[in-house]
């Protein structure tokens, strides 16, 4: 059976409904100690692990898990328990999310297994990774009854369904790519509890107004073939931490089909209201028609890591050297296409 993957992982009242079903279901439940802390079991994960005790069929070294079931698996110590409503009412008590199974905070990567061993809901928390060996069809039957699960659907192949279904279960994580989209529709203001959004149309040249009423994004991701200009609009979304934009960008490649000069983009300059973004962590622009940074960006105290690479910026400005609290900083302009062994080779010359 093919993996139905999650856009994020359930949380809130979801998430006690799908511990709910897995109990249910599965015939047991595996967590894992990664027995890495300098200063042995931290105390979230000893806890949770003295709790579950009663519950405990086996524990396993990572060397006897491979040996049982011929996978891969990480360094650390697995626990399986069986699945009882009092096994999961501790599941339910102990997290709000299947991200919070993430080690050292409390045991690693909470999975529920069939009677053979195989996974039935599989977590890879510290990559945001969580999925369940069900049909298509088994996956929207839980979401009708589930508000808050969003699968990765087939039928999301279509961007209306796509949006539809993100707006019902109120997702915070959304990936809008390969649509052959011109426009982002604008129904996208109604996802109020967006935190992270990734656009990667390269035929989008301008973003909607709608997008830049989502207050709570905290991550945001554009790949485009030619992006017309950032709105000045950017400085209401005060909670911005990552905001990360590439032109030149292909999803789909027509036969002939290149990047524009960066003379030629739509991309020119940052707005002076990138300044009101208080909260931005990182910015991130590759290949674009930039010949100066904004005299407002020192006023980004939280800014750490700052790169504008393949633009028309000829030297690092004076502005950048006096922000001493940025730990890295790219103002590289590698031409596109040009590959790594090529760049090696000029630095050796």
Known sequence: MVAVAFHTDPKGTAYELLIDELIEKADRFMLVD????EEGTPVGVAKVLQRLEPYLIESCAMEEMMIQSSAMYAEGNYYIYRCTTESGQILKEEANRFHDWCYPSLPDDLCFLKEDGSDYFYTVAHEDIYGMHIT?????ELMGRI????FRLERHQDIHCLLEDAIRHQTDVL?????????????????????RLTIFEQDVSTL???LFELTSLEELEIMTADLEGIHQDIGKLKQLRELRIYCGSSDHVPAGWKPKEKSHLGLKYIPAEIGELNELLTLDIGYSGIRELPPELEQLKKLRYLSVTNSLIEETPDMVKRMTWLQSVNLNSTPLGISLEHILAEEES
């Open 147 to 150: 508000k808050g699960l969003f």
């Open 136 to 140: 298509q069809e088994e996956a929207i």
């Open 175 to 195: 990936n809008i790519s390969s649509h052959y989209l011109k426009e982002i529709p604008e129904r996208i203001r109604e996802l109020k509890h967006l935190k």
């Open 34 to 37: 990664r027995q890495y802390a």
């Open 208 to 210: 909607p107004q709608a």
